[in-house]
């Protein structure tokens, strides 16, 4: 799958676009905008995406269970992500979740926002992303994921446009493009998404859906 991702050579006069991008991770970890050269090396890797997928806890919402004294799971969602969600969809990009848990709140919550893959229990992410690149036909640089934990990492460094929140592990941001300045379950999806639909450049186009 390795084919179809951006390598990072360079002719020696000037940096690769890895350097470019580890710059912007330096950035985005101090919460500065990026310069304009690592913006379009972002950009770049944003514009093939055709289908976004995600991680639910610590990336839709903020990682904590809760549980009432019947023993009855809930989370929060952010309304925010929901809409950036909506946006990519109406930009022509497919959506959907891979997590190792089990859970109704989530698979209503995908159901409500028409996400078109949604696999729980996904105790190899490597294997279910395998099989949705099969059945979509879509190649590894056309996607995005987002993830927080260590249990991303197969996904996040076979991926074109490897994303995750503000408060993902180091072990993360050190291998993703993009480190949203928000944390999961506070808009990061939506900077995410958001990023891609400019990278489109249809944001302006979709804003004025809503106007």
């Known amino acids: 799958m390795t084919d179809d991702v951006t390598h990072c050579a360079s002719d020696g006069s000037h940096p690769s676009d890895c350097d470019i991008l580890e710059g912007y991770r330096s950035r985005a970890r101090e919460k500065k905008r990026p310069p304009a050269e690592e913006e379009r090396v972002?950009?770049?890797?944003?514009?093939?995406?055709?289908?976004?997928?995600?991680?639910?806890?610590?990336?839709?919402?903020?990682?904590?269970?809760?549980?009432?004294?019947?023993?009855?799971?809930?989370?929060?969602?952010?309304?925010?992500?929901?809409?950036?969600?909506?946006?990519?969809?109406?930009?022509?990009?497919?959506t959907g979740i891979i997590t190792a848990r089990?859970?109704?709140?989530?698979?209503?919550?995908?159901?409500?926002?028409?996400?078109?893959?949604?696999?729980?229990?996904?105790?190899n992410k490597l294997e279910e992303f395998k099989s949705i690149l099969g059945e979509t036909g879509f190649k590894p640089y056309q996607v995005c994921y987002m993830g927080d934990d260590l249990?991303?990492?197969?996904?996040?460094?076979?991926?074109?446009?490897?994303?995750?929140?503000?408060?993902?592990?180091?072990?993360?941001?050190?291998?993703?493009?993009f480190i949203s300045s928000h944390p999961g379950g506070g808009g990061a999806v939506r900077e995410t998404c958001d990023l891609i639909v400019q990278a489109k450049g249809l944001y302006e186009k979709l804003v004025q859906q809503f106007l």
């Open 151 to 177: 249990i991303d990492l197969s996904l996040l460094t076979r991926v074109g446009l490897a994303a995750c929140p503000a408060d993902a592990v180091e072990g993360v941001k050190e291998v993703c493009h």
């Open 42 to 94: 972002l950009l770049a890797k944003a514009g093939p995406i055709r289908l976004l997928l995600l991680d639910v806890d610590g990336v839709l919402t903020d990682g904590r269970l809760y549980y009432s004294e019947e023993g009855v799971e809930s989370k929060t969602f952010n309304t925010k992500d929901g809409l950036g969600i909506r946006l990519v969809q109406r930009a022509e990009v497919m």
């Open 102 to 123: 089990q859970s109704r709140l989530v698979a209503r919550r995908a159901e409500e926002l028409e996400m078109d893959v949604i696999r729980q229990g996904a105790r």
